[in-house]
């Protein structure tokens, strides 16, 4: 017996369920608001560890990936309370003290973002504790960069069973560090390192996404020394102290570019508060190319189809490029454009594992496990890369699937949307992960489905 959805979302809260049984084929209509964007609000909150005084984040979303965060700080003695509005959190750090590994790794769910406390706990306590990671299963997800850098860095690296201990007995010291990738990552964790770090680092080939520049005005509030040149290269200036910050984040443009993709989809028209142009460029034009059309308004952007859904050749690729984020809503509307679609993933290795369930709801996607040869790259070439050849229009049906991952589960729903026919889709607890209300939303937008659990 399904709980009818209209009771369980009613509360407006972050519903937490694992199945729900959608009805497809009708255009989502309507809107929802962005909140910040959960790649950046994660990592500001671990820098409110390098400040000696409060902090305060605005536009914070409500998802458990930032429940993680906020649970790792307190374990190790930040106070974070509700702030001034709603959204917002304080921090004050003043109480940081060492915890337990047992209580940091019982705290560290299903998140990366524990690797980004290295730098910060090393300056404040001379040491860390970081339990293995979880995160999305999109790739074997190492983190050699990051320990090589903390290395450079002055730290003492002690891999463990359960997880790696650092220590920096001589305190960190600026480095000279060239990532082999523009890894966002790591790149957040030279930053979160070096702006305390005695003299100066240089970081080559660093990442440049819009969340990275917003935790760069973070650190800058808060006193860092940090000037972003041309070619990727950041120089960082290590300073004594740094103080609080009262920051308001970046809207989410996954979840911005999530809700457009739905919309082109189910042949909808969707309003996003929050989303901004200048961070969606190269998404915008992607859209366009497919069939879509926007308009740019003062508090959103306004998405929907604008006639037939038409093919593309999509590649993924670091800043400026189109977000490996992004691909996988896309997928689901060209299932449905009349012609030959690529998408070529150049990031991850294995995140084309979501189509499978689209191949059973009817579509005709055929994943090519090494990419495709093409000539000189701007960013090395990764040895494993997937292509994604999509034939269409092909009607999908409803079926029963299982969500692998975040983005890949976003896409199933809207898949099931998209189809005709009812699907049961299961495990989109996940979906928690980085969709704030996402049943409120679907709601707001039309969608028909029952809480199955
Ligand atoms: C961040 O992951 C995001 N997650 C990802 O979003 C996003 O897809 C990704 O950046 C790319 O934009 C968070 O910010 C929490 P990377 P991150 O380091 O930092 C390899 C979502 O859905 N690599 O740029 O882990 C890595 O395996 C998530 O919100 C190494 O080889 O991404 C990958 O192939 C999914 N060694 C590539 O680099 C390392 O030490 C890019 O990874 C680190 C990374």
């Given at each position: 017996?399904?709980?009818?959805?209209?009771?369980?979302?009613?509360?407006?809260?972050?519903?937490?369920?694992?199945?729900?049984?959608?009805?497809?084929?009708?255009?989502?209509?309507?809107?929802?608001d962005v909140k910040g964007a959960?790649?950046l609000?994660?990592?500001?909150?671990?820098?409110?560890?390098?400040?000696?005084?409060?902090?305060?984040?605005?536009d914070?979303p409500?998802?458990?990936?930032?429940?993680?965060?906020?649970?790792?700080?307190?374990?190790?003695?930040?106070?974070?309370?509700?702030?001034?509005?709603?959204?917002?959190?304080?921090?004050?750090?003043?109480?940081?003290?060492?915890?337990?590994?047992?209580?940091?790794?019982?705290?560290?769910?299903?998140?990366?973002?524990?690797?980004?406390?290295?730098?910060?706990?090393?300056?404040?306590?001379?040491?860390?504790?970081?339990?293995?990671?979880?995160?999305?299963?999109?790739?074997?997800?190492?983190?050699?960069?990051?320990?090589?850098?903390?290395?450079?860095?002055?730290?003492?690296?002690?891999?463990?069973?359960?997880?790696?201990?650092?220590?920096?007995?001589?305190?960190?010291?600026?480095?000279?560090?060239?990532?082999?990738?523009?890894?966002?990552?790591?790149?957040?964790?030279?930053?979160?390192?070096?702006?305390?770090?005695?003299?100066?680092?240089?970081?080559?080939?660093?990442?440049?996404?819009p969340e990275?520049?917003d935790?760069?005005?973070?650190?800058?509030?808060?006193?860092?020394?940090?000037?972003?040149?041309?070619?990727?290269?950041?120089?960082?200036?290590?300073?004594?102290?740094?103080?609080?910050?009262?920051?308001r984040s970046i809207f989410d443009r996954n979840e911005a570019?999530?809700?457009?993709?739905?919309?082109?989809?189910?042949?909808?028209?969707?309003?996003v508060g929050g989303a901004r142009?200048?961070e969606m460029?190269?998404?915008?034009?992607?859209?366009?190319?497919?069939?879509?059309?926007?308009?740019?308004?003062?508090?959103g952007i306004?998405?929907?189809?604008?006639?037939?859904?038409?093919?593309?050749?999509?590649?993924?690729?670091?800043?400026?490029?189109?977000?490996?984020?992004?691909?996988?809503?896309?997928?689901?509307?060209?299932?449905?454009?009349?012609?030959?679609?690529?998408?070529?993933?150049?990031?991850?290795?294995?995140?084309?594992?979501?189509?499978?369930?689209?191949?059973?709801?009817?579509?005709?996607?055929?994943?090519?496990?090494?990419?495709?040869?093409?000539?000189?790259?701007?960013?090395?070439?990764?040895?494993?890369?997937?292509?994604?050849?999509?034939?269409?229009?092909?009607?999908?049906?409803?079926?029963?699937?299982?969500?692998?991952?975040?983005?890949?589960?976003?896409?199933?729903?809207?898949?099931?949307?998209?189809?005709?026919?009812?699907?049961?889709?299961?495990?989109?607890?996940?979906?928690?992960?980085?969709?704030?209300?996402?049943?409120?939303?679907?709601?707001?937008?039309?969608?028909?489905?029952?809480?199955?659990?």
């Amino acid at each position: 017996m399904s709980t009818p959805v209209r009771a369980a979302v009613g509360e407006g809260t972050n519903v937490t369920v694992s199945e729900l049984a959608i009805r497809g084929g009708r255009p989502l209509r309507g809107r929802v608001d962005v909140k910040g964007a959960k790649n950046l609000a994660t990592k500001a909150m671990v820098a409110t560890l390098l400040g000696e005084t409060p902090s305060t984040l605005r536009d914070v979303p409500d998802l458990s990936d930032v429940a993680v965060v906020r649970s790792l700080l307190e374990v190790h003695g930040v106070q974070v309370a509700e702030g001034d509005e709603p959204g917002s959190l304080t921090f004050d750090p003043s109480g940081v003290e060492s915890a337990h590994m047992e209580e940091i790794d019982a705290h560290a769910g299903a998140s990366r973002i524990p690797i980004l406390f290295c730098g910060p706990l090393l300056h404040r306590l001379g040491q860390a504790f970081i339990p293995d990671l979880g995160g999305c299963r999109i790739g074997d997800r190492p983190i050699d960069f990051h320990l090589d850098a903390l290395r450079k860095f002055g730290a003492v690296v002690e891999k463990l069973p359960s997880g790696i201990r650092l220590s920096a007995p001589d305190g960190l010291r600026g480095a000279s560090i060239h990532l082999p990738y523009p890894s966002v990552g790591a790149t957040e964790q030279v930053l979160l390192t070096a702006v305390r770090a005695k003299g100066t680092t240089e970081l080559r080939n660093a990442a440049i996404e819009p969340e990275i520049m917003d935790l760069i005005a973070v650190l800058q509030k808060m006193g860092a020394i940090i000037s972003y040149e041309p070619n990727r290269v950041i120089f960082i200036e290590g300073v004594e102290s740094l103080r609080g910050y009262d920051h308001r984040s970046i809207f989410d443009r996954n979840e911005a570019a999530s809700w457009a993709s739905a919309a082109l989809a189910t042949d909808g028209e969707i309003f996003v508060g929050g989303a901004r142009q200048q961070e969606m460029l190269t998404f915008l034009n992607v859209f366009r190319k497919a069939g879509g059309w926007f308009d740019i308004q003062e508090d959103g952007i306004l998405f929907r189809r604008d006639g037939e859904l038409k093919p593309v050749v999509v590649e993924t690729d670091v800043h400026p490029g189109f977000m490996t984020d992004w691909q996988q809503p896309l997928v689901v509307a060209l299932t449905q454009a009349t012609g030959r679609s690529i998408v070529h993933e150049t990031v991850y290795e294995n995140r084309m594992g979501f189509t499978d369930a689209l191949v059973k709801m009817g579509a005709d996607i055929v994943v090519h496990p090494h990419g495709l040869q093409d000539g000189p790259r701007r960013v090395a070439r990764r040895e494993l890369e997937q292509a994604a050849v999509i034939t269409g229009p092909t009607p999908l049906h409803g079926a029963d699937i299982v969500v692998p991952d975040l983005r890949g589960g976003y896409s199933h729903v809207i898949a099931a949307l998209t189809a005709q026919g009812e699907s049961r889709v299961s495990g989109v607890d996940i979906l928690s992960r980085g969709y704030e209300k996402f049943l409120d939303k679907l709601t707001a937008l039309g969608a028909d489905f029952d809480v199955i659990r």
